[in-house]
Nanobody, 116 residues
Framework: QEQLVESGGGLVQPGGSLRLSCLAS?????????LGWYRQAPGKAREWVAR???????RYLDSVKGRFTISRDNAKNTVTLQMNSLKPEDTAVYYC?????????WGQGTLVTVSS
């Protein structure tokens, strides 16, 4: 019953914007310790992109600071990643992650391709 479903990925031009959403089912985000986004580019290692704690303070990967914004909406059980000024190196499969007290839950991923 615990599921995370990402949406909003697709093809976008360099310099463009995209908004990713993660819908949680069977999970109360109010009980989550950390909500975050993770990505893996083709042929490269996976990396954390952004995370937000219950206190609402966000943290970002240095390469996306000033361009990406993570937010949460407990009422809608969603976590959002607003991506602006996209670059080709942002191309990756993006995953939503929720850290609970005893386990973590992952989404299936959504592909973002930044190319002209």
């Amino acid at each position: 019953q615990e599921q995370l479903v990402e949406s909003g990925g697709g093809l976008v031009q360099p310099g463009g914007s995209l908004r990713l959403s993660c819908l949680a089912s069977g999970i109360s985000l109010s009980s989550a310790q950390t909500l975050g986004w993770y990505r893996q580019a083709p042929g490269k290692a996976r990396e954390w992109v952004a995370r937000i704690l219950w206190d609402g303070v966000p943290r970002y990967l240095d390469s996306v600071k000033g361009r990406f914004t993570i937010s949460r909406d407990n009422a809608k059980n969603t976590v959002t990643l607003q991506m602006n000024s996209l670059k080709p190196e942002d191309t990756a499969v993006y995953y939503c992650n929720v850290e609970l007290i005893l386990r973590t839950v992952w989404g299936q991923g959504t592909l973002v391709t930044v190319s002209s």
